[in-house]
């Protein structure tokens, strides 16, 4: 069961509306992550977290922002979303697995829809 | 630089058959090395993982093993069921870039009865 909640899991919205896509994990994990999921599968880190006030972006370029005032919740926001914006978004967190590994927890995604 | 090149899908077995899925990678250093699985609807969930050379990760009957020598981490399963129909992602961690992960593009498996 994952501890790394991500809602809403479905959004269909008009274009130009504002939206924030919520995540928050149980687990105390410093480093979180955003993906982009592509109609044909493929990732797309779009922003990444190392701590509390600490944001990046990622190798796509994401007309999204994030914030991270809380260890626990890494929110999405789109300010005016458009139907290039349409997709699947993943958010992450990186735990510690042992042997000097770490490894993601993923939620369960929300599929983002602008009409 | 850190990459991951992965077998290109879709895949179609029939159930029982054998499954590989390839997976090569790029790293500056000593990379970790997993594969993800994602079902329909769902986030990626933690198949199974090597963190050095010569190690076999192993979970509900998949395996692959760490060969730095060829730099691959193939993914096998002796017989597949329906069940494991679902999107395989490679994919490596490396300490040099802040364990950072590099996913491969994900390889779709349809088992069918």
């Known amino acids: 069961e994952a501890d790394i909640y991500q809602t809403p899991r479905y959004l269909v919205i008009g274009t130009g509306k504002k939206i924030t896509l919520e995540c928050s994990q149980t687990m105390g994990h410093d480093k979180m992550y955003w993906y982009q999921q592509d109609p044909g599968m493929e990732l797309h880190l779009i922003h990444y977290s190392y701590g509390v006030n600490s944001t990046e972006k990622g190798d796509l370029s994401s007309e999204s922002t994030v914030s991270r005032i809380r260890t626990e919740h890494f929110p999405l926001t789109l300010e005016s979303a458009r139907p290039s914006h349409t997709s699947q978004y993943l958010c992450a967190s990186s735990e510690y697995l042992g042997q000097g590994s770490y490894g993601y927890t993923f939620g369960s995604g929300t599929r983002l829809t602008v009409v | 630089g850190n990459s991951v090149t992965q077998m290109e899908g879709p895949v179609t077995l029939s159930e029982e058959a054998f499954l590989t899925i390839n997976c090569t990678y790029t790293?500056?250093?000593?990379?970790?090395l997993f594969w993800y699985v994602q079902y329909p609807g769902e986030g990626l969930q933690l198949l199974l993982k090597?963190?050095?050379?010569?190690d076999k990760g192993s979970n509900k009957g998949f395996e692959a093993t760490y060969r730095k020598e060829t730099t691959s981490f193939h993914l096998e399963k002796g017989s597949v069921q329906v069940s494991d129909s679902a999107v395989y992602f490679c994919a490596l961690s490396d300490e040099n870039t802040g364990n950072q992960f590099y996913f491969g593009t994900g390889t779709s498996l349809t088992v069918i009865p």
């Open positions: 090597a963190t050095k050379a010569d």
């Open positions: 790293a500056t250093g000593y990379p970790s």
